[in-house]
């Protein structure tokens, strides 16, 4: 039983980086499925796809060109299911001068952080990536 799904989606995510593996599978969740469709924008992901095996939903997610890049993405999970962290749209500030994005959970859908800051919106604080 995985207590922190999200903290588990970024240290697979970062774990196949080092190992330098390109596909990972991870459990599927809408939550999980947004989040990597937000990393895929901001490119830290190159591809996902959602797999339906024997009733058994998973996300296959394949890396960036794990063989020749020596940059792997940073994540850090900043709200955990013990300590929630909340914001306001005012509060948002820039992840590493611009250099990384938040992704933030607001009442209807989750988004990056300019993304909550431009509709005004604020929401839970979920991780950073840069």
């Known amino acids: 039983m995985i207590i922190d799904p999200i903290g588990d989606l970024l240290t697979r995510i970062r774990n196949a980086y080092m190992a330098r593996i390109i596909d990972?599978?991870?459990?599927?969740?809408?939550?999980?499925?947004?989040?990597?469709?937000i990393l895929k924008k901001n490119k830290y992901i190159a591809e996902i796809?959602?797999?339906?095996?024997?009733?058994?939903?998973s996300i296959k997610l394949t890396l960036n060109n794990v063989r020749?890049?020596?940059?792997?993405?940073?994540?850090a999970r900043?709200?955990?299911?013990?300590?929630?962290?909340?914001?306001?749209?005012?509060?948002?500030?820039?992840?590493?001068?611009g250099q990384g994005i938040y992704i933030v959970s607001t009442p209807k859908w989750v988004v990056t952080w300019y993304e909550a800051r431009s509709l005004n919106v604020g929401g839970e604080l979920l991780c950073e990536v840069y």
Do not use: C, F, G, H
Not at 68 to 75: G, S
Not at 78 to 97: E, G, L, T
């Open 49 to 57: 796809e959602i797999i339906d095996e024997a009733n058994k939903k």
């Open 78 to 97: 900043i709200s955990k299911p013990w300590q929630r962290i909340y914001v306001q749209a005012k509060d948002i500030k820039k992840s590493r001068n």
């Open 68 to 75: 020749t890049t020596k940059y792997v993405p940073t994540m």
């Open 24 to 37: 990972v599978r991870i459990p599927y969740s809408k939550l999980k499925a947004d989040i990597a469709k």
